[in-house]
Each structure stands twice: as structure tokens, then as C-alpha cells.
């Protein structure tokens, strides 16, 4: 029951690990990575679908990205798509290729990024202190229930707060690593 609960808190801290550097991608830097484009939902005959499943999109170079239609019609709707998205970028179609360059970011919108980073972070680690207290009051329930003794629950609540450290600790590494890349000219 005690690795349980210790196993069950591990994966979802984990997996709250995964959601922030998932959400850190979204955030763009002055390079130019297909990942922006991931969240992009285009109209595909009437149900919104991803860029990359109606077009292939790949680097041109460090600033610009590429997206290849597979269907001549979708030309237009991606590309609109692309502009109307909060992603602040402005798409031009060259014949059957759409070229999304990617403008270089001001010193002000750095800093706004990265207000949104820390904030995005302090997320995570809110998310990984909840994990733990229920893992906590997990404990305490078994406790409780006279299924664990004092001394085990003591233990368990040990490693379980060394497992939030370590999390919050990859946070902030990724944290830092992020606005590391954003500050970056």
C-alpha cells in the first residue's frame, strides 16, 4: 500500500513535470521550431483539425518555418489560421508553399515571455505541492485505518517530500533554461 502511494505520487508528479516543459515549448523564442505551430487548428471540411495533419511542415531556415499543403484548397484556410492564431505571427503564401517568418523579439516582449514562464512554473510547482499533500492524506487515511504504523507513515511522508523536492528542483531547471533561450539575442 505504501509503494502505491509512493508510486502513484511519483507519476503524477511527473507527469505534471512533462505538462510545464510541454507548455514551455508553446512559448517561442526568436528561433523559428515546428512545435509553434502544433496548437494551430485549421478548418478541415468542417472540423477543426492540427496544421500538421493537413500539411507538412518543416524549418526553411533558423527563422522561418515552412508548411506544405497536401490539398491546393487548404492553402488559404491554413494560412489564415495561422495569421488569426494568438501566436502573433504573419504568414505568406509563394505558390503552393507557406513561409511563416518569425520576427525577432523585442527586449519588452522578452520580458512579458517570461513573466508568463515564471507564472507557467509557479504552476507546476503548486501542482506538485498538491501531489504531495494528497499522497499525505493518503497516508493519514491508512494510518487511520490502523493499515500502516506511525513510524511507516513517517517514512513514506519523507520520501515523498524528498520526490516533491526533486520535481519542484526540475522545474526550476527548466525554468531557468527557458529564460536563458528568451533572453538570448
Request: glycine share 4%.
Amino acid at each position: 500500500m505504501i509503494n502505491d502511494v509512493k508510486k502513484t505520487a511519483e507519476l503524477k508528479m511527473q507527469k505534471s513535470l512533462e505538462v510545464f516543459k510541454n507548455d514551455l515549448n508553446k512559448v517561442r523564442t526568436g528561433r523559428a521550431h515546428t512545435g509553434i505551430l502544433d496548437h494551430v487548428m485549421v478548418d478541415y471540411y468542417g472540423s477543426p483539425v492540427p496544421v500538421a495533419q493537413v500539411a507538412s511542415v518543416n524549418l526553411i531556415d533558423a527563422r522561418t518555418i515552412g508548411v506544405q499543403p497536401w490539398e491546393k484548397p487548404m492553402l488559404a484556410k491554413i494560412e489564415k489560421a495561422i495569421r488569426d492564431c494568438d501566436l502573433g505571427l504573419n504568414p505568406a503564401a509563394m505558390g503552393d508553399l507557406i513561409r511563416v517568418p518569425m520576427p525577432m523579439l523585442t527586449e519588452e516582449r522578452r520580458r512579458d515571455l517570461i513573466k508568463v514562464v515564471r507564472s507557467e512554473a509557479e504552476g507546476a510547482r503548486v501542482s506538485v505541492r498538491n501531489i504531495r499533500r494528497d499522497a499525505n492524506n493518503e497516508l493519514k487515511s491508512l494510518l487511520k485505518d490502523k493499515d500502516i504504523t506511525e513510524d511507516d507513515e513517517r517514512r513514506t511522508q519523507d520520501d515523498i517530500q524528498k520526490l516533491t523536492d526533486k520535481y519542484i528542483a526540475e522545474v526550476d531547471k527548466a525554468l531557468a533554461a527557458k529564460e536563458t533561450d528568451l533572453m538570448a539575442v
